[in-house]
């Protein structure tokens, strides 16, 4: 048994020191803005400051999404399956219009991808933030049942949700009005930074 926590000691002390090498956290009362909400925060994971970029795929092939400073976050609602997988990312400072455009890619390229079968793709607003949705019409299939990219110009914030599909049997209105009240609740957060 000493063996195991002297083996672990060391992994935990890496992992919190490789996430903490930033000099500050523009993001952290972000990732803490759903403290005393309906919203439960499960796991809040910080991106280690290595982790300049992430990919995704785009009709045009992979691109890449710069990511300055990060954060993962799973939340729950009422069940014990999380309802949210949400990732908080800082564009590097001047990346911010490349990131979007790979962002509106990946999302097209899904949306094509499916042909209209089973998926729909919007471009708006959400308050003052600009707002892409890629949604299911049912919730008749895993995986995600929406996700949902807010972006701040004003301080480089890309907030992409994923809303799981672990409750199809309470229906699509419930869903709805689960995805509007998340939306609204993170969208007031990230418009307060």
Same mark, same amino acid.
């Given at each position: ?30 990732? &803490? ?32 999404? =710069? ?30 219009? %490349? ?30 933030? #600009? ?9 008749? =299939? ?16 890309? &907030? ?8 199809? #049997?309470?229906?699509? %209105?419930?869903?709805? &009005? ?16």
């Amino acid at each position: 048994m000493r063996r195991i926590l002297f083996a672990v000691t060391p992994l935990l002390f890496i992992s919190a020191v490789s996430a903490q090498q930033r000099a500050d956290d523009p993001l952290g009362p972000l990732a &803490a803005c759903f403290k005393g909400s309906e919203f439960r925060v499960g796991s809040r994971d910080r991106l280690p400051a290595t982790m300049k970029w992430r990919m995704v795929e785009t009709a045009e092939g992979q691109a890449k999404i =710069s990511m300055a400073d990060g954060y993962r976050l799973m939340i729950y609602s009422d069940g014990t399956a999380p309802a949210v997988n949400l990732k908080l990312e800082r564009s590097e400072e001047g990346r911010l219009d %490349e990131d979007r455009a790979a962002v509106v890619g990946q999302f097209r390229y899904l949306a094509a991808r499916d042909e209209g079968k089973t998926v729909t793709y919007t471009e708006g607003e959400l308050g003052t933030l #600009e707002h892409l949705a890629l949604r299911k019409a049912k919730l008749d =299939s895993p995986g995600p049942a929406s996700i949902e990219t807010l972006i701040q110009k004003r301080t480089n914030t890309v &907030a992409t949700v994923y809303l799981l599909n672990n409750a199809p #049997e309470k229906g699509m %209105e419930w869903f709805d &009005a689960f995805r509007t009240r998340f939306l609204a609740k993170l969208s007031g957060c990230i418009e307060k930074q």
